[in-house]
């Protein structure tokens, strides 16, 4: 796929099925001449909508009525001269009008094309292309405050500020200084180490803080740990709201790791129900606690269940060396159907049969949760994929190695090579340096029409 060309693109911009409408994009230069004939040569006016039938060339037969809008180049999404066609959503009444402008010569787009487009036209630089991407996807209400500030260029703003600081901090260290360390009082030696470490605690702020929201859009992992029949698949299939996991009073029923994704009150959690904890010589039975024991390592939460004295079987796993005692813990006392007391201690008790303990268990879960957003959340800046983040991990390095050159006796100019290298990986941040390749695969992972 060659991004870098003139083509008249089109593409359905709705997804595939029926619907009270559907929407067709279209963008390239001289589009109105070849859109014109489409709509009876009735005049198209630049950015208003308007109620017009769209018919076939060859025959002149209306295929639909439809609502136009048309974009004159440079006001538009794309910079281009763009047309968005909301038709009826029949998937055969779109397939028709994509089919006709086809046969003029236009061309079904690319993955991305749209706003890859954009970002070539100056539109939109790349860390407000790729949260387009990213918005469409989004599965919590913190990620989308991020992903807004990403789109209105909130995010990019911070990201010159930052780099901007560092080819200032550049200047000093290469003109005014001279690399003559004698010119340097202690004063303005100081002033400078201070804003290397002004700049470092703001990249770490934002990185940590996109690691956080990562996080959050994957889903916290909570693992169901206990011995066999201690109630974890029937509290499991309490939580998703299905019979997922089977239950009996067979011990060791389940061999495997079942999960499922739930929202609590707009944060997504994955759950995970395990085999039963034991000493067993049953091959199978060990090949599902060893899936146990990978899950637990790989779990966020974990939550000890047992019908008697769960933080005693949290003891026992942490001496085996099951579990660490880092990873955050809730202790459960399952099969209260007596009814639940008002413990004072960390034991929750849960009666799924008479839904006692449930909305504690719940809220406990949130409050671990936003006791790490409280943490990481000293900024509402943060990067929206894997690509952005590891550049400003990137950049962070070399920034905390220019910091520790600065304080170490080597030459000035090492230091101003450091902060060149920062400023490089900010430039490709930002896509201001970035290979076409690089551009063509960040692009090809969105949605066409997009």
């Keep these: 796929m060659d991004y870098n060309n003139?083509?008249?693109?089109?593409?359905?911009?709705?997804?595939?099925?029926?619907?009270?409408?559907?929407?067709?994009?279209?963008?390239?230069?001289?589009?109105?001449?070849i859109i014109t004939p489409f709509f009876f040569k009735k005049k198209l006016i630049p950015n208003q909508i308007q109620l017009k039938n769209i018919k076939a060339v060859a025959t002149g037969v209306v295929i639909d009525s439809c609502m136009v809008a048309f974009y004159q180049n440079p006001k538009s999404f794309?910079?281009?001269?763009?047309?968005?066609?909301?038709?009826h959503g029949n998937d055969r009444i779109v397939e028709n009008i994509i089919h006709e402008f086809i046969a003029c010569g236009v061309r079904i787009a690319y993955p991305g094309e749209f706003s890859y487009r954009a970002f070539k036209n100056g539109k939109v630089d790349l860390l407000q292309?790729?949260?387009?991407?990213?918005?469409?996807?989004?599965?919590?209400?913190?990620?989308g405050v991020a992903l807004?500030?990403?789109?209105?260029?909130?995010?990019?703003?911070k990201m010159k500020e930052l780099r901007s600081n560092i080819?200032?901090?550049?200047?000093?260290?290469?003109?005014?200084?001279?690399?003559?360390?004698?010119?340097?009082?202690?004063l303005e030696a100081e002033k400078i180490e201070q804003?290397?470490?002004?700049?470092?605690?703001?990249?770490?702020?934002?990185?940590?803080?996109?690691?956080?929201?990562?996080?959050?859009?994957?889903?916290?992992?909570?693992?169901?740990?206990?011995?066999?029949?201690?109630?974890?698949?029937?509290?499991?299939?309490?939580?998703?709201?299905?019979e997922r996991a089977i239950v009996t009073e067979i011990k060791g029923t389940t061999r495997d790791v079942l999960e499922s994704n739930i929202y609590i009150q707009g944060l997504p959690f994955v759950l995970y129900d395990t085999a039963g904890y034991r000493k067993t010589t049953n091959k199978i039975e060990v090949m599902g606690i060893n899936k146990t024991k990978i899950s637990l390592k790989n779990a966020d939460i974990i939550v000890i269940l047992d019908e008697n004295n769960p933080m005693q079987q949290y003891d026992l796993l942490i001496q085996e060396g099951v579990l660490l005692k880092e990873k955050p813990a809730?202790?459960?006392?399952?099969?209260?159907?007596?009814?639940?007391?008002?413990?004072?201690?960390?034991?929750?008790?849960?009666?799924?049969?008479?839904?006692l303990g449930i909305d504690v268990l719940l809220t406990n879960l949130l409050t671990l949760v936003n006791l790490g957003l409280e943490k990481n959340n000293i900024t509402n800046v943060a990067?929206?994929?894997?690509?952005?983040?590891?550049?400003?991990i990137q950049i962070q390095a070399v920034f905390e190695g220019a910091l520790k050159s600065l304080n170490a006796p080597v030459e000035m100019d090492v230091v101003a090579s450091q902060l060149r290298g920062a400023v490089d990986l900010f430039e490709e941040l930002l896509g201001k340096m970035t290979p076409n390749e690089i551009l063509n695969n960040i692009f090809k992972g969105f949605c066409v029409g997009k």
Aim: charged residues 25%; positive net charge; hydrophobic residues 40%.
């Design 330 to 355: 809730l202790f459960v006392k399952t099969k209260c159907d007596a009814g639940v007391s008002k413990r004072k201690d960390k034991i929750i008790e849960v009666s799924c049969i008479n839904d």
């Design 6 to 33: 003139n083509d008249i693109i089109i593409a359905r911009a709705t997804p595939i099925g029926k619907s009270a409408l559907a929407v067709i994009r279209l963008s390239g230069v001289n589009l109105k001449k």
């Design 167 to 186: 080819v200032g901090l550049q200047s000093i260290i290469e003109h005014e200084l001279d690399f003559n360390e004698n010119e340097i009082t202690h």
């Design 195 to 242: 804003k290397f470490k002004n700049i470092v605690t703001e990249i770490k702020g934002i990185v940590n803080w996109s690691l956080c929201l990562q996080k959050i859009e994957q889903g916290y992992r909570v693992v169901f740990v206990g011995v066999p029949n201690a109630g974890k698949s029937t509290l499991f299939n309490r939580l998703i709201g299905t």
């Design 129 to 143: 292309a790729e949260s387009i991407a990213a918005k469409i996807n989004q599965n919590s209400n913190q990620y």
């Design 78 to 87: 794309t910079g281009e001269d763009m047309l968005e066609l909301f038709c």
């Design 383 to 392: 990067l929206c994929n894997m690509r952005q983040i590891n550049l400003l």
């Design 148 to 157: 807004q500030n990403l789109e209105k260029g909130v995010t990019s703003q």
